[in-house]
């Protein structure tokens, strides 16, 4: 199973924004450090999960186990349900990346567990600078 670590961050909310994504599995890591420009914190947590889908969907991945430190990411995808109208069509096109693989999980994890992706996220923030 590939085990796909997530986050979002941005400089001030809304503000400069990046995505961070850290996969590892079959022996081998990957690291993605993704620019977003200008949005809020909840904006780039969503966009770090349809980068990471993207990635493992080109990838061929199909059985895949995301972890995130979004609370509000985690229950959307599972309670196929964003609160936030706003973010609706962003959990769509993720709902719709999901339905491709064999196995999708997600699970929320505090963010001392998700150390890489965040420094990730933070990286592709500062490249923006």
Not at 4 to 19: E, F, Q
Not at 90 to 112: C, G, N, R, V, Y
Request: with cysteine; aromatic share 10%.
């Amino acid at each position: 199973m590939i085990e796909v670590y997530i986050d979002g961050a941005t400089a001030g909310n809304p503000g400069i924004s990046g995505a961070g994504v850290f996969i590892k599995g079959h022996g081998s890591a990957e690291n993605y450090s993704i620019p977003l420009g200008n949005m809020s914190n909840h904006e780039a947590e969503y966009h770090a999960l349809l980068h990471a889908l993207r990635i493992c969907i080109k990838q061929n991945y199909k059985v895949v186990s995301f972890r995130t430190d979004s609370q509000l990411v985690e229950r959307a995808v599972e309670k196929q349900f964003a609160k936030n109208k706003a973010f609706a069509p962003l959990l769509e096109e993720a709902l719709q990346m999901i339905e491709t693989f064999d196995l999708f999980f997600i699970k929320w994890i505090p963010s001392s567990q998700n150390s890489v992706a965040d420094a990730l996220a933070r990286k592709a923030i500062e490249a923006q600078k």
